[in-house]
């Protein structure tokens, strides 16, 4: 593998731009050989290098070597500190927090670290928090020891990096210097003599064995290690076949399910045609739908994210011992859209399946079962996925009483697009339990008081962790303003129930002497532009006008998807653009029956899920890079431990760079035959500058 494709696998993201630029120093290398090659086609006619004619073009090149040992060696330096400084930090506060229990079950009243006193606890109670405070020190060292193997990657990277960028130097130029320059000025710099943070690993490991886990060293090293990637590699293999296998068999039941809805109408029994009730069941079987068309979307974003170096791992607070991949999710997503594709042929066919079971029970059946499995206790079928989701749902449910963290707004956000979810789910629950074969008029009345309820739900969770924000760190922006956003969209769903209300009331839309339906549309689009504008702006980091050099105008400065291609971001502005203002089709239903108005609720649906996902990539890019939301995780556990090995100079350095061997052969090839052709002739380098002056623009690194 190429070092820097290897630099680019493993580096941890947040630290992204404290790296070597290896592929800079590479480009400038290659640039600076073209140079000596046109320079030597000009100004020698035997094509022989003459003595001190590199130091002629490698200026810029070893002062953006120079620059890059110093910037890395402060960025080292501040990242070895601030972890000494925890391990202090840790070790000591572990201890005062024992000490104050000891005291405190001695039945003694002390005093905490900021000086009021506590009472003494009952020696009932001592063992139960002397658990957490070890519970929460093992978690704490846990990360702290991850996050000192990141430094130490970052470490061996460098190292890496400079050795075989001044060994390409060697090779490239016919020089020695590459070689003297890091023996001179690497070996021996101090982020590659330092052992600070082989001391702390060693230090951690010891403590973590004998004071946490009790000299259990086994169980020690399995809380802080992170599993090898080798192992999840060969993982998998296996998971990549279960995913494709859902996959195709979700797109043959969609084909049996197209070609099955065509002859619906002509299955009879007994000579009859069967009629069933057919929207009961649509909106049944579109509520189980979006949500796995949903859980396909996310596994794309997963994949997504991964690609880009985004690491959603952390920014989500996510075990990365156990979580669920990309594959995983997209395996789930298909296996119950394949399921739901059964459940929905067995509808289609019931007549001839089960006559004598109404076709309605078919899709109640496959709700019960995945909302039933979603809530199962037992530890099956990703358990600890479920459970942390369901959390999450709890503390998003209980939104004002609790500190809002990333994931608790990111998966409320996700709720604002899963509306259409929420009201289907209670159509199901009223038709299944009062009007089952009896119609669907009364579930669907725009009076119904928790179909309004439940609209108004995501919105004002939103609305409600908005605020919260604001109590917790006192700034009015962007949180209040974010929560003016949410009580927009809160105002639109009262408005629009007033108006279908009295529509459906008396055939009129004026209330206290104004036009309803006016105001739904004033404010709806108020709505519409006020999110629009803080898509935008806020959560994608776009319009920057403090951008650096404003690389990429009206974006930002940093792209990492699609190569940093522009264009797809001002694609996805637009199309955001679009695909919110899908809600002024509704206007046009007024007239349309029953029937057709729940195929196209269907279908904006789905467009409103599609966007959502699109608005997920960018939102965790830009929460990846700037940090804006104030709750971003500052480590990246998962890496893989760079050996020793690859810091010492006898390692062979097998980097696959036959591209490079090729530019070094192509550039100099036109020299070696001139010197063939003239080798009789000798034409001395003219170090007059007003003669023979070379290039001498300083391309930077």
Known sequence: ????????????????????????????????????????????????????????????????????????????QEKESETMARYTKLTSEFHRQLELLHQQSRGKETSDIKGKKVVAIHPAKIKKLENKIYDKFRMAFSEYYLNLILLQNYQALNYTGFRKILKKYDKVMESKRGKKCFATHVRGTYFEKSKEVEKLIELTEKFVTNTLEK?????????????????????????????GLMTGLAAAILVVVILGSTIQDKIKTQGAVIEADGIPALVAFRSTFLLFFFTVLISWNTYGWRNAGVNHILIFEIDPRDHLNYLQLL???????????????LYIFSPLVTPSMKPETWPLIFFILVFGLFLLPAPIFYYRTRFWLLRRLFRILTSPLFDVQFADFFIADQLNSLTTVLLDISFVLCYYTTFWGEGEGMCTRPSVWYRVLLALLPPWFRFAQSVRRYFTTGDAFPHLFNAGKYFSSILVVVVSTVTNVLAHKDGTTILLGYEAFSAYI?????????????????????????????????????????????????????????????????ISM??????????????TAVLEAFRRSVWNFVRLENEHLNNCGQFRAVRDINVRVISEDQKQDEVKDNDSDEEDDMKVRKLTSPRETRHRSNSGTNNPLNPEPSTSEPPTEDTGV
């Open 215 to 243: 000299g259990d060293r086994n169980q020690a090293m399995q809380r802080l290690r992170v599993p090898p990637l080798s192992g999840l590699e060969l993982h998998e293999h296996s998971t990549t076949f279960k995913s």
């Open 331 to 345: 395996t789930v997503g298909m296996l119950f859209l394949f399921l739901w594709g059964c459940t929905l042929v």
């Open 1 to 76: 593998m190429k070092f820097g494709t290897e630099l680019q696998a493993h580096l941890t993201p947040e630290w992204r731009q404290q790296y070597i630029e290896y592929e800079g120093l590479k480009t400038l290398l290659f640039s600076m050989l073209d140079k000596k090659h046109e320079y030597l086609e000009n100004y020698s006619d035997n094509g022989e290098d003459p003595d001190g004619i590199n130091e002629l073009f490698d200026h810029s090149f070893f002062e953006g070597v120079m620059s890059e040992i110093k910037r890395i060696n402060i960025f080292y």
């Open 590 to 603: 007024s007239d349309w029956s029953f029937t057709h108005k729940q195929f196209i609720i269907t279908g």
């Open 522 to 586: 004033f404010f709806a689009c108020l709505s519409t532009l006020y999110a629009y504008w803080w898509d935008i702006k806020m959560d994608w980091g776009f319009l920057d006008h403090t951008s650096t050099g404003h690389k990429n105008k009206y974006l930002r400065d940093e792209l990492l998807y699609a190569g940093g291609k522009k264009f797809v971001y001002f694609i996805i502005m637009g199309l955001d653009l679009v695909l919110r203002c899908v809600w002024t089709i509704n």
